[in-house]
C-alpha cells in the first residue's frame, strides 16, 4: 500500500518521538501538535500543522528516527504515504518532493539552532549553509563515534539522545568526561587542528545527529571566520579540561 487515509480523532498519537519511521504524513483536514520530549520526560508542544502541512518526511527520507511526537488536536484526517507514494504524489495534494526538500533541511536547522546556542549564533547566511551541508544520520547505542587519538572525520551535532565521553589513560584507567546531551556539538578539534581526537565519543541511547564530513567543511566552511572561531574557542576549552584529566590523580 503507498496510500493510505486515516480518519483520527482529537488526542491520538500519529507518531513517537524516536520511533524508526517508514512513511510520511499529510494533513488533509484538522491539525496536528508537535510535541518533544523533555529531560524529565514530559511532552512539549512546539509547533501545530494544518491542512495542506506534513509531517513524517526526515525520517523517510533518510532512514532517521522520528525526531518527535506528533499527536492530533482535533478530528484529524490524514493521508500516509510509503516512499512509493511519495513518488506518485500529485498536485492534489499539494506537496512536491522539492518542498518535501527543502521542508526537511528547514526543520534540520530548526532543530539544530534550538538544540546548539553556537550554532544559533552564527550570522544567517552561514546558518543556511550549515543546513544545507550537515547530513541527518541515526547511530544505535554503544557505538563510537570518536576514538582518542585516532582522527575525527566529522563535525557532529547530538540532535537527540546522550553520548559518553571518556579519557583512556595509558594504563588503561578511564576519567570520564560530561555526559553529551541534545545540542552537544563535537569533533571540532580533529577538523580544525588535523589533530587526533582527544577523547572517545560512544552512544548511550540511540542517537540522532547531524553530521558534517570533514572534506565538506574544508571546502565550504574552513574561510568561515564567524564559524572557525566559535570552533576554535570551544576546542581550547575542551583542550584545557583534557589536560585537566590527564593530569588528575592516578
Not at 513524517?56 to 500516509?80: K, P, W, Y
Not at 565521553?165 to 569533533?187: C, I, K, M, N
Amino acid at each position: 500500500v503507498t496510500l493510505a487515509h486515516h480518519h483520527l480523532p482529537a488526542g491520538q498519537v500519529v507518531v513517537r518521538e524516536g520511533d524508526p519511521g517508514h512513511s510520511m504524513f499529510v494533513v488533509l483536514e484538522g491539525r496536528v501538535a508537535v510535541m518533544r520530549g523533555g529531560d524529565n520526560g514530559t511532552n512539549t508542544e512546539v509547533g501545530r500543522l494544518g491542512a495542506g502541512e506534513f509531517f513524517g518526511e526526515l525520517a523517510l527520507l533518510t532512514g532517521t528516527q522520528r525526531t518527535a511526537t506528533i499527536v492530533t488536536a482535533e478530528d484529524t484526517v490524514l493521508l500516509e504515504l510509503t516512499q512509493a507514494g511519495v513518488r506518485e504524489l500529485g498536485k492534489d495534494y499539494g506537496v512536491k518532493g522539492e518542498q518535501m526538500q527543502v521542508t526537511a533541511r528547514e526543520r534540520l536547522l530548526a532543530d539544530a539552532l534550538r538544540s546548539n546556542p553556537l550554532i544559533a549564533a552564527l550570522p544567517p547566511e552561514v546558518q543556511h549553509e550549515l543546513g544545507d551541508a550537515f547530513v541527518p544520520c541515526t547511530v544505535p547505542a554503544g557505538e563510537t563515534l570518536l576514538t582518542r587519538g585516532q582522527p575525527g572525520d566529522a563535525l557532529y551535532v547530538l540532535i537527540r539522545g546522550q553520548c559518553e565521553v571518556f579519557h583512556t589513560h595509558d594504563d588503561g584507567r578511564q576519567s570520564p568526561y560530561p555526559t553529551l546531551e541534545e545540542g552537544a556539538l563535537f569533533g571540532e578539534i580533529s577538523l580544525l587542528r588535523s589533530r587526533l581526537a582527544t577523547a572517545t565519543v560512544r552512544t548511550v541511547t540511540p542517537c540522532t545527529l547531524l553530521k558534517l564530513e570533514r572534506d565538506v567543511f574544508k571546502k565550504a566552511f574552513l574561510g568561515q571566520p564567524d564559524l572557525r572561531g566559535a570552533l576554535v574557542r570551544l576546542g581550547l576549552e575542551r583542550l584545557k579540561h583534557t589536560i585537566e584529566v590527564m593530569g588528575g590523580p592516578k
